[in-house]
């Protein structure tokens, strides 16, 4: 019986889908996959229901009507796998910057080592990132050590977007009160898993920038993390927090 299922939010990543999910599928472990769409207009959505075809059990997908956010699709993506019988949940994106074959080093983390959730770690021996410019690597580095001192969490990669979670953490969190639309949806995430105290440990992986499609990152996304990571721990301070 298959018990690990894959996120993969996607938005005009008709480069990378059937790849990546050609590539997840060919791996010792056996997945599934649930692509969430947000409506892209390159027929990334259309590729992926072309495949269901050939993989009927394993490949599913949600599309949406418009681009609403890299939180919000993995929460629906949360919601849509808890209502079935996964006991493994991963987050993981559609352009390779995640590799595939680290996926059973993650299962395994959780599944043998007794970690509640498991991270795709950049920063945890060193700084594991491929053909990004080093400005941007060094804002990445600076945004983890950032969060990882205004929360108190001992996480060397509170940012990363490569995540296993089992099963009873996200039925510990309440998904309706996850407040961060982009990349801070991963540090929320984290922190309160955190607050709930279960067990987090990361893996080293080494991370490769995109070499197809256009990267989703932006200025708002930016400022949503840098303020909303202070607002969140004051309020974990006040016990205002709801998790």
Known sequence: MVNGIIIIPTFNEIENIERIIRNVFSQRRKFHILVVDDNSPDGTATRVRTLQAEFPESLFLEERMGKEGLGTAYIQGFKWVLKRDYEYVFEMDADFSHNPNDLIRLYNTCRRDGADVAIGS?????????????????????????VRFITGMDIQDTTAGFVCYKREVLEAIDLDRIQFVGYAFQIEMKFKAYLLKYKIKEVPVIFTDRTMGTSKMSGSIISEAVFGVIKMKLKSLLNRIKV
Not at 122 to 146: E, F, Q
């Open 122 to 146: 950049r920063y945890i021996t060193g700084v594991n990132v491929i053909n990004w410019p080093m400005n941007r690597v060094l804002m990445s580095w600076l945004a983890s050590r950032y």
